[in-house]
């Protein structure tokens, strides 16, 4: 495990801030991701994210360059630092002795066991697939009295703003499957005009 010490403020506020590119999948061999969909989400997309933002070559910056010497198949194109033998192909596996992964390295720890084939298909819903049960907790179990009022304030006052009654039975739905209570709440601010 390695630290982290914070103990100066940055010299160049571009290079070393505006250029920082973090992203989730920037992880070492042995590490896996859990099945959360939102970090699953955003391994994909705050890299992806970097290379747009930041450019191509970003993780050759120094700001976000490793300490030790990387071997990869990403050379050429905008902000490269790398000076790579052009005769090297940018393709794996290939005959010219370039790097190659050696999953023994990296052990199985970031794999998961599917019980059967990996496929494209339809997403099952499961029975602890629920859209509304921590929304329902929240407001449940965390909120106060006060708070809970203020939400319902929130809601209908967003609801009478910016939605035409033809969507109102939907909202109210929505929220009672929230939390009934709430559902109600909101329904009975809206139907009186947010009083």
């Known amino acids: 495990m390695g630290t982290w010490t914070l103990n100066r403020n940055p010299r160049n506020f571009f290079a ?3 250029q920082a590119a973090f992203a ?3 992880v070492v061999p042995g590490i896996g991701f859990s099945p959360d969909k939102m970090l699953l989400g955003r391994v994909f997309s705050y890299a992806d994210a970097h290379r747009y933002r930041v450019g191509a070559n970003h993780a050759q910056l ?3 360059a490793p300490k030790n010497k990387v071997e990869s198949y990403s050379q050429d194109g905008n902000m490269t630092y ?3 033998d ?3 192909p940018v393709y794996a ?3 010219f002795g370039g790097p190659h992964a050696d999953p023994e390295r990296a052990g199985d720890d970031g794999l998961w066991d599917f019980g059967t084939e990996a496929v494209r298909a339809e997403y099952v819903q499961h029975a602890e697939d629920d859209d509304f049960g921590q929304a329902g907790t929240l407001v449940r179990e965390v909120m106060d009295d006060a708070t809970r009022e203020l939400l319902v304030g ?3 006052g967003h609801i009478l703003g910016g939605t ?3 969507l109102y039975e939907r909202i109210f739905e929505y929220w009672r499957n929230v939390d009934a209570d709430l559902g109600k709440k909101v329904e009975e601010g809206v139907r009186s005009g947010g009083e």
């Open 24 to 26: 989730p999948s920037n």
């Open 93 to 95: 596996p290939n005959s």
């Open 164 to 166: 035409s009654e033809a």
């Open 16 to 18: 070393e801030i505006e």
């Open 86 to 88: 052009p005769a090297t």
């Open 82 to 84: 790398s000076f790579n």
């Open 154 to 156: 929130n809601i209908v």
């Open 62 to 64: 120094p700001v976000n």
